[in-house]
């Protein structure tokens, strides 16, 4: 019989989503967050004036490479995320406060998500790819604001913007305009056909 996945992949994170994404389309996935300090990718791009997409590639691959090097042969696939508003990078909100903080900033304006990823093996870069989608939010009223955080708690805390689009945060768009899949973390297609090309899933 024909199996979807010719071997595991190892994935740079301790993200349920993207951990979710691979296995939902037939792959074995193993976690292993890689402990980077993204503050400290950060600063530099921010400093010289660098591009989202740039960063966020250079922090999946950071991921990747690290965890790379402790699983000999394997594949890795490391991601990241970056939110632009108004030309500022948005990071994960630290607490309830700044979550209601971040969504009364985006809620009527469109913001950009910026998604990299990144594929490692021993410890060297095999592939990179980057992702743009334009989210609309829609001009929800502060008592939907109240509800909503109260009906998602702290996994508001979970993602930068404090949404998941896959769950009840889809209510707080109007529209969207880019890669579903790149929104929730990874993007798919294009990674499958890379593990396509190196026998991971068959063709």
Known sequence: ???????????????????????????????????????????PFRQEGFDAASCATALAEAKATRVSERHRDALVIGADQILVHDERWLDKPRDRTEAR??????????????????????????????????????????????AYLD?????????????????????LFARIEGDYFSILGLPLLPLLEFLREHGVVPR
């Open 1 to 43: 019989m024909t199996t979807l996945c010719r071997g595991t992949v190892v994935l740079a994170s301790a993200s349920t989503a993207r951990a979710a994404l691979l296995e939902q389309a037939g792959l074995e996935v193993v976690r292993e967050p890689a402990g980077v300090d993204e503050a400290a990718v950060k600063a």
């Open 101 to 146: 903080a971040q969504l009364a900033d985006l809620r009527g304006s469109r913001h950009e998500l910026v998604t990299g990823v990144v594929v490692a093996k021993n410890g060297a870069t095999l592939w990179r790819h980057s992702d743009r989608a334009f989210l609309y939010m829609r001009a929800f009223s502060d008592e939907f604001l109240a």
């Open 151 to 171: 009906t998602v708690g702290d996994a508001v805390l979970a993602s930068v913007g404090a949404y998941q689009l896959e769950g009840v945060g889809a209510q």
